[in-house]
């Protein structure tokens, strides 16, 4: 019942930008941490960003802090990316702290020429 969806990603120039949401269903999103990962072929799943349950708290991995800004609204969660540099592709991915941790099917961010 509770699922997510990224979508937003795509293929840019390095340097360009753009907007992942993840939509969320099954949830109060007020009353939940979220966050978003990646994973880059052959690479572990690393922490990018995440915004607690009150909204008043961001965290940022220090290769993206000042370029990626997370925010959330009712049922979204997104994920502003400027900047973007050729290693910041990789699969991106959702997730939500709840009574479980949910886990939404990513979506790709490629940064190339």
């Known amino acids: 019942q509770s699922h997510l969806v990224e979508s937003g990603g795509g293929l840019v120039q390095p340097g360009g930008s753009l907007r992942l949401r993840c939509a969320v269903s099954?949830?109060?999103?007020?009353?939940?941490?979220v966050g978003w990962f990646r994973q880059a072929p052959g690479k572990e799943r690393e922490g990018v960003s995440c915004?607690?349950?009150?909204?008043?708290t961001r965290n940022y991995a220090d290769s993206v802090k000042d370029r990626f800004t997370i925010t959330r609204d009712k049922d979204t969660v997104y994920l502003r990316m400027y900047s973007l540099k050729p290693e910041d592709t990789a699969v991106y991915y959702c997730k939500v702290w709840s009574s479980a941790e949910y886990w939404g099917q990513g979506t790709q961010v490629t940064v190339s020429s």
């Open positions: 099954g949830f109060t999103l007020d009353s939940v941490a």
């Open positions: 915004i607690s349950r009150s909204g008043l």
